[in-house]
T-cell receptor, first 108, second 114 residues
Framework: KNEVEQSPQNLTAQEGEFITINCSYSVGISALHWLQQHPGGGIVSLFMLSSGKKKHGRLIATINIQEKHSSLHITASHPRDSAVYICAASGSARQLTFGSGTQLTVLP | NAGVTQTPKFQVLKTGQSMTLQCAQDMNHNSMYWYRQDPGMGLRLIYYSASEGTTDKGEVPNGYNVSRLNKREFSLRLESAAPSQTSVYFC?????????????FGPGTRLTVT
């Protein structure tokens, strides 16, 4: 079974700071997903990647397959970025195994 | 497009009662999923349906049954609710497998079993 670990569990930042959330997984995967869960509970997909780097606005996701590690970066953070960020690994069973999430709070 | 819809949004059950959570998607997706989310734990897969007419157990299927009624709808049934099933339930869909396609989530159902 693939274990997915995220760090940190909680992160507080000042508006404008550069933020990094890390995700490690234990076995080979076919894709890594990053999700955002809003304070109201809704979940949206941010990225799905199997190699390299993807960028969308102020969000950047990277993955290192050899090191079994992915990072989510937020540049010029804003209070509206406050949410829970979840990584999830897609393995051989074509299902997602989820990390427990990182609670991000960005203060104005 | 409504995306993925779930009903009800909230439900309180007494131990032993039964209920069905409904999920529908209008994106012509083949794969649909039911997850539960508990405090301090990641989302966990209950059941999934890779395509119309098929269903498979996930990580935590005990106490649940599912029906893939057609391509659009995937329901989750609790036959005899237990307090351990108090959770937030999310339905999700994707065009196909998670190795190639992102998932779209419904708004969730908050279930309390007393």
């Amino acid at each position: 079974k693939n274990e997915v670990e995220q760090s940190p569990q909680n992160l507080t930042a000042q508006e404008g700071e550069f933020i990094t959330i890390n995700c490690s997984y234990s076995v080979g995967i076919s894709a890594l997903h990053w999700l955002q869960q809003h304070p109201g509970g809704g979940i949206v997909s941010l990225f799905m990647l199997s190699s390299g780097k993807k960028k969308h606005g102020r969000l950047i996701a990277t993955i290192n397959i050899q090191e079994k590690h992915s990072s989510l970066h937020i540049t010029a953070s804003h209070p509206r970025d406050s949410a829970v960020y979840i990584c999830a690994a897609s393995g051989s069973a074509r299902q997602l195994t989820f990390g427990s999430g990182t609670q991000l709070t960005v203060l104005p | 497009n409504a995306g993925v819809t779930q009903t009800p949004k909230f439900q309180v059950l007494k131990t032993g009662q039964s209920m069905t959570l409904q999920c529908a998607q209008d994106m012509n997706h083949n794969s649909m999923y039911w997850y539960r989310q508990d405090p301090g734990m990641g989302l966990r897969l209950i059941y999934y349906s890779a395509s119309e007419g098929t269903t498979d157990k996930g990580e935590v299927p005990n106490g649940y049954n599912v029906s893939r009624l057609n391509k659009r709808e995937f329901s989750l049934r609790l036959e005899s609710a237990a307090p351990s099933q108090t959770s937030v339930y999310f339905c999700a869909s994707s065009l196909s497998g998670t190795e190639n396609y992102e998932q779209y989530f419904g708004p969730g159902t908050r279930l309390t079993v007393t």
